[in-house]
């Protein structure tokens, strides 16, 4: 197969759930990150622990970690995979007044882990939003984004 093809498609062009049966479990590891955008009382709050929903990032963090384990009840065609390990880090930018969520997702399989990496950062910088809504609406998501990804056929992966 080229390797630009794409794989979720059948001859007649049909959407189709990738054979990965004839692959070689190995262990696979893909680290995504992302990043909001925030005003600084959104930053004082989340960063002092004052926000009116409760811990914000220990919140979005869990909520990060539930993403990761769903991944393929959201994302039609991802096989659902055993996570081994989960990880959900914030750094808290103060100069940039954002928050960068990295998420770290871990497996021993057929196939890789990248969208469930991606969706755990999205979710989990879903949920800030969703927390601090209240004291500002205008928080940005973006530079959501593969950062690393090791495992598999196509190898080590660095953005």
């Known amino acids: ?6 794989t979720h498609f059948d001859e007649q062009g049909q959407a ?3 054979d990965v049966s004839g692959k070689q479990e190995t262990n696979r590891t893909a680290i995504a ?11 004082q709050a989340i960063q002092e622990g004052t926000a009116a929903k409760g811990d914000v990032l220990g919140v979005a963090r869990i909520a990060g970690i539930m993403a990761v384990k769903n991944t393929s009840s959201v994302i039609p065609l991802c096989h659902p995979l055993p996570i081994a390990k989960c990880s959900v880090d914030f750094e808290l930018l103060a100069e940039e007044c954002a928050v960068k969520a990295i998420v ?3 497996v021993t ?3 890789g882990v990248e969208m469930e ?6 979710v989990s910088l879903l949920t800030i939003y969703d ?3 209240a004291i500002d609406k205008r928080m940005e998501i973006s530079d959501i984004h593969l950062d690393k ?4 056929k196509s190898g080590e992966f660095i953005r």
Do not use: D
């Not at 197969?1 to 794409?6: F, I, V, Y």
């Not at 990150?33 to 930053?43: A, C, D, L, N, R």
């Not at 990496?117 to 999205?122: E, I, N, P, T």
């Open 149 to 152: 990804k090791s495992g598999g």
């Open 104 to 106: 770290t997702v871990k």
């Open 16 to 18: 189709i759930m990738v």
């Open 109 to 111: 399989g057929l196939t």
């Open 1 to 6: 197969m080229n390797k630009n093809e794409l």
């Open 117 to 122: 990496a991606l969706h755990g950062v999205s």
């Open 33 to 43: 990150s992302g990043i909001i955008k925030v005003s600084q009382p959104v930053f």
């Open 131 to 133: 927390m601090c809504k």
